[in-house]
């Protein structure tokens, strides 16, 4: 069966779909959400009815919460050792004995209305790396619906840059495209055709000799990333059903970031890492690359949807029948933390970064619905991953609310029967003390972040130095506001068909950074 | 990591939380291990109300100290039985109580300790007073707190201050019978003669702790205490719950109504005659001429 050819390819929702097809699309997208909340409103009449064996439910769930903690952070540590090993490593040296002269690396570098300092930074990151740079394709990505600060970033770029990279492509994406979604993923597909039409066939490129990497515009690379993407891409088996990951550190800007952007910004990198361990349950993230021939096949990015960026590994997992993996490169790329002029908007950004990257439940639906269309998918694979899906989709947006906040719901709504039992008076004790033990992996955190933070400015005060070791102390609170909220509002929206549309974080740095 | 060792990291995991979720939700439950796997079903007793730096002890035997961050205590493991709870602290009342304590479940141990010696603040009668400020004589007037307070103990008082706001207790002057008890929501309180009786006119489901036992089987009406002769007033004592403001011939005392038969007394005022009036959350006390404000 050839997946791509049939209309559910490029599904964005269920409205793109018909009949009891679109039926079937509809209930896939309420699941998570009526999960999410099935669950919260199910412990409130539990702790009402029955409040013995919601309290047994609870301290299990601890039990489970606590469990699972350090058996994540047992991938985490595993992963900043890897990372730590791999950022030490000579690849130039290591990729000496592969052929890889004739690979390309295209960079899709999309922006919207982000200041030329941004993209300079990301360019003179490229031009700092050790790859022959004849073999860059640069592709900068602009947005006709602000075609004068496109104008602007072109002019600035070809004046500092210009003759510097192999190539240097332009792109304006053209808006109000008919089934198209303005953002990242309208805008990439429609600029790595341009190149492929423009550039890769009039100089008889081929497509399986470039390497595509999509970056967001901050995205700041390590000097040896594209040997170590090289590496990865000449040594796994079957690199044409491969993506290949970085860990998206986002520490460009971390000295100016308040505390609360940093422990966000944070808790995704560690997510990341932990992900990075698990391979086979690895979807493509924020910055990414993937081999030109693969995307070609694929049809690009997915342009009618938000998160483009874990699609296309969906895509391309489903157009392979279930054959296709993401490769963790287990080596950083450096992006912006949340920073906007004042702190409340920087506060409102984080929460709508999260919510946007917890938008990613689209996928839910569209891996699900898969599933029940493609046929050629072992069955054991769709099993694992509709749990590991509907799974993730459910942690994310309950279970910080039901150990921070819905474990003394016994306690409150049980009523004096169930409060004059040990257990009652035991509950709060017991949720304390395994939140206790559990809140000891901040060491890790701690830890595992410093070695992460770039070299202080000259100008950053002692407390600043200082508050990036207690900020962690905040994890409780944002775990809630900038985890489970997020993603139970994104969750809430599917559900009711309130479609979310892309929202560009801004990008705000300050001089010192 | 491979697929192979993960897998065997999440059994690993999986074991140990086979094996302590028992015992951590039998140790919730109140449930404790003795001589291996036999299994004891427990109690506890959770002590709450007590000043700061009280000492409990169980039997006699020191369990714990209240503190600023530790407010309540809660003595879990106990096997059921009879236990004897004391509270101390300098300068306070001691607090005794016998509680049992019955299988995976928890008694009460309300603390309600009076200081020793309870503050007041005298009303003087008089008060001085000057002509002006260019007059050097001071003269003595009576005090407009003093008659407003005296008006209280005139049992023909109704409209006696500008309230600054309504007091849920009655403070005219009723003595509390049984077809007109003092109301404090929906609990009345009375006198016969030298007992002392509340009643919950209320639903079983919200009556108060001390009206019912363990299993929540709560009586409607309850006698407080039976004392030696009859009491001039009662009334509740403001800013606590569950106790009783009782005037006698030469003393002003609280008792606690409590589920079992410990009736504490704790004195707040002796005297030669006194009597006492609430108002707007307030007690004060009448001996002779004297009125004291008493500060709880």
């Known amino acids: 069966m050839d997946y791509k050819q049939t209309p559910y390819y490029r599904v964005g929702r269920a409205s793109d779909l018909s009949g009891s097809d679109k039926i079937i699309y509809r209930i896939l997208e309420i699941i998570p959400g009526f999960l999410a909340w099935l669950t919260i409103v199910g412990i409130f009449v539990l702790s009402f009815f029955t409040p013995f064996f919601c309290a047994i439910f609870i301290i299990l769930f601890d039990i489970y919460w606590i469990l699972k903690t350090v058996y994540l952070s047992i991938f985490l540590r595993q992963n900043w050792r890897k990372t730590r090993h791999n950022m030490s490593v000579n690849w130039k040296e290591r990729i000496s004995h592969l052929k890889y002269d004739g690979i390309y690396q295209m960079i899709l570098l999309p922006f919207y ?197 874990s699609r296309i590994f969906w895509n391309s997992f489903l157009a392979n029948n279930g054959d296709y993996k993401v490769v963790p490169l287990c080596y950083p790329i450096s992006m912006d933390a949340n920073l906007a002029h004042n702190f409340w908007q920087t506060t409102k950004n984080v929460y709508k970064q999260q919510r946007r990257w917890a ?25 694992k991953f509709t749990f590991i899906l509907l799974e993730g989709f459910w942690s994310l947006s309950t279970n910080p609310i039901i150990i921070f906040f819905l474990g003394w719901l016994p306690v409150i709504l049980g009523g004096r029967d169930f409060n004059s039992t040990v257990l009652s008076h035991n509950l709060p004790f017991i949720t304390k003390t395994l939140m206790t033990i559990a809140m000891l992996g901040l060491f890790l955190c701690i830890f595992i972040s410093m070695s992460f933070m770039p070299k202080a400015p000259v100008n950053c ?14 994890i409780p609170f944002t775990v809630i506001i900038f985890g489970a909220l997020p993603g139970l509002d994104a969750q809430t929206r599917l559900m009711l068909g309130k479609y979310m549309g892309f929202w560009v974080t801004p990008k705000h740095r300050k001089k010192t950074s | 990591m491979t697929v192979i060792k993960r897998k065997i990291k999440i059994l690993i995991f999986f074991i140990i939380f086979i094996i302590i979720a028992p015992i951590v939700i ?12 036999n299994i004891l079903q427990t109690g506890g007793i959770y002590v709450a109300g007590a000043p700061i730096g009280s000492e409990v002890f169980l039997n006699s035997k020191s369990i714990d100290t209240t503190s600023f961050f530790t407010r309540n205590i809660f003595i879990r493991n106990l096997r059921p039985g009879i236990y004897n709870i004391e509270v101390k602290n300098q300068g306070y009342n001691t607090w005794f109580k016998t509680i049992k304590v019955n299988n995976n479940l928890v008694s009460d141990a309300d603390i309600f300790m009076l200081p020793e010696k309870v503050e007041t603040r005298k009303i003087s009668e008089y008060v001085l007073s000057d002509a002006g400020s260019t007059s050097t004589i001071v003269t003595k007037i009576k005090n407009q707190e003093y008659i407003d307070i005296l008006s209280l103990f005139k049992n023909t ?109 704790q004195n707040i005022y002796k005297g030669k005659n006194p009597d006492f009036r609430l108002y707007d959350g307030y007690l004060y006390i009448k001996d002779g001429t004297n009125i004291s404000e008493i500060v709880l």
Request: aromatic content about 12%; overall charge neutral; glycine content about 6%.
């Open chain 1, 461 to 474: 005060s002692k407390w600043k130095k200082i508050s990036v070791i207690i900020q962690w102390i905040m």
């Open chain 2, 157 to 265: 008082a109704t409209k006696i201050l500008k309230s600054p706001g309504t007091s849920s207790i009655d403070f005219k002057s009723n003595l509390g019978t049984a077809s007109a008890p003092i109301m404090d929501s929906k609990l009345g309180l009375w006198k016969e003669k030298n007992k002392i009786y509340v009643e919950w006119f209320g639903k079983n489901e919200t009556a108060p702790k001390y009206m019912c036992d363990q299993t929540f089987d709560c009586l409607e009406k309850k006698l407080v205490t039976e004392l030696t002769q009859e009491p001039k007033r009662i009334n509740y004592l403001p800013g606590y719950d569950g106790v009783v403001l009782v005037s006698m011939n030469d003393s002003v005392f609280a008792i606690q109504i409590e589920n079992n038969q410990d009736k504490m007394i």
């Open chain 1, 113 to 309: 209305n982000e200041s030329y300092e941004i993209v300079k930074k990301s360019l003179d990151s490229i031009i700092n790396c050790e790859y022959n740079k004849n073999k860059f394709i640069i592709v900068i990505a602009g947005e006709a619906r602000n075609k004068k600060h496109y104008n602007e970033i072109v002019k600035n770029v070809e004046k500092d840059f210009s003759g510097k990279f192999g190539h240097i492509y332009y792109s304006l994406h053209p808006f109000g495209v008919e089934g198209e979604m303005p953002g990242k993923g309208s805008n990439i597909a429609y600029a790595t055709e341009q190149v492929r039409i423009n550039l890769l066939d009039k100089e008889g490129i081929k497509y399986e000799n470039v390497l595509v990497s999509a970056f967001d515009i901050d995205t700041v690379v390590y000097p040896q990333y594209f040997e170590c993407l090289i590496w990865n891409f000449l040594t796994t088996e079957e690199p044409l059903k491969s993506s290949f990951q970085p860990v998206p550190v986002f520490n460009n800007n971390i000295w100016d970031s308040p505390a609360l952007s940093r422990v966000v910004a944070f808790s995704a990198t560690f997510w990341q890492m932990i992900q990075q361990e698990r391979p086979d349950r690895l979807a493509t993230f924020s910055s990414h690359s993937v081999c030109f021939k693969t995307l070609y096949n694929m049809g690009y990015w997915q342009k009618n949807m938000v998160s483009e960026d």
């Open chain 2, 26 to 37: 039998l140790y919730a439950k109140g449930d404790i291990f003795i001589n291996g796997l």
């Open chain 1, 359 to 383: 938008w990613g439940v689209e996928n839910g639906p569209y891996v699900l619905f898969g599933f029940l269309k493609n046929k050629e998918i072992p069955k054991a694979k769709k099993s």
